[in-house]
């Protein structure tokens, strides 16, 4: 091997290998970090394809197409046009085997890639079906992404609460007034959310973690209030996208619960509020700021006004968790 081939091959060798990926795998949506170092966010709806006897779709900004033992699927919002599996509906732990995937590219020219540690956001990582799905992402695999051929090597697999990841986001950007008291999180999620809090130090206080209401919770009050008067059962998924999209409508031309919405999430964040406040009862007198993140964060301010501010709507709600997971 002459002096050139073999920096050619450190180079190419150097390049192939990632130091971390970081991956959200949301109940709505995908969330990681691209190769070239963007933050590159994917409807988390897998479909799978026989090409035998349908056409696939093409690879494009926001779907990606994977082939994996046999099996050929699409992420991201062409899987979610053609209905695929959502995690919305499925659960993002029992579909993250296959949609981590998505977030496993190699770098430009590339066909082969090493990670020494893949960091994935969990709600709890103490919980044990996300401790096994995790253990099944390290190794060594074998796919095709995009119709490239890659060979990916996983070295370590490393679970990240996701609440912990904002609050340590928080914490370095100071977005918390006082550091000397307990502070919080609550990350609105589409199943369900989480609420932590934190002592000064920075040590999650465990016996204050709780599980409070998610946006499906308050889908589910528009859409019986939609029964009601429509005598047709809408699709949850259906109006969580008229939620994000503040529409307020099924699809382009179905029902439109406009006037159903602002009840129905003020009643919902009465439900959080409520139930945080009880569950954290020991600790209010203490208590500092909770910080609202995820997706559905900026449904809160209402709850932010009502608590002069204590509980309040982050910068970028749905990023952070993220953005956080790479301190």
Avoid: C
Wanted: aromatic fraction near 8%.
């Amino acid at each position: 091997m002459t002096p050139t081939t073999e920096v050619q091959r450190l180079i190419t060798t150097r390049t192939a290998v990632r130091q971390e990926i970081l991956v959200n795998p949301g109940n709505r949506y995908i969330e990681y970090v691209s190769a070239s170092g963007a933050m590159i966010r994917l409807p988390n709806v897998i479909r799978e394809f026989d090409p035998s006897w349908e056409d696939v779709p093409a690879p494009a900004a926001d779907t990606v197409i994977i082939k994996r033992d046999g099996t050929l699927y699409a992420v991201g919002t062409a899987a979610k046009t053609m209905k695929g599996k959502s995690a919305f509906d499925k659960g993002k732990l029992s579909m993250m085997q296959d949609s981590v995937f998505a977030a496993l590219e190699p770098s430009y020219g590339q066909s082969i890639l090493r990670v020494e540690n893949l960091k994935i956001a969990v709600p709890d990582i103490r919980n044990g079906d996300a401790i096994a799905q995790s253990q099944k992402l390290q190794g060594t695999f074998e796919y095709t992404r995009n119709g490239q051929d890659v060979i990916t090597t996983i070295a370590k697999v490393t679970l990240i609460e996701e609440a912990t990841a904002a609050y340590n986001y928080g914490v370095k950007n100071e977005l918390y007034q006082w550091l000397d008291a307990i502070n919080g999180v609550i990350d609105f999620g589409g199943g369900t959310s989480s609420g932590r809090l934190y002592s000064p130090d920075g040590l999650m206080l465990r016996e204050a973690s709780i599980t409070l209401p998610g946006t499906n919770q308050l889908a589910q009050m528009i859409q019986a209030r939609l029964l009601k008067e429509t005598s047709t059962s809408a699709d949850l998924s259906a109006i969580m996208d008229g939620i994000e999209s503040s529409s307020y409508q099924i699809g382009r031309n179905g029902a439109s619960f406009v006037t159903h919405f602002a009840s129905a999430r003020d009643i919902w964040l009465d439900d959080i509020r409520s139930k945080a406040i009880s569950q954290w009862n020991p600790y209010l007198n203490d208590l500092g700021e909770v910080l609202l993140v995820g997706g559905s964060a900026t449904l809160a301010t209402s709850l932010e006004e009502r608590t002069k501010g204590r509980f309040k709507v982050a910068n970028q709600p749905q990023d952070i968790t993220i953005l956080g997971m790479a301190l």
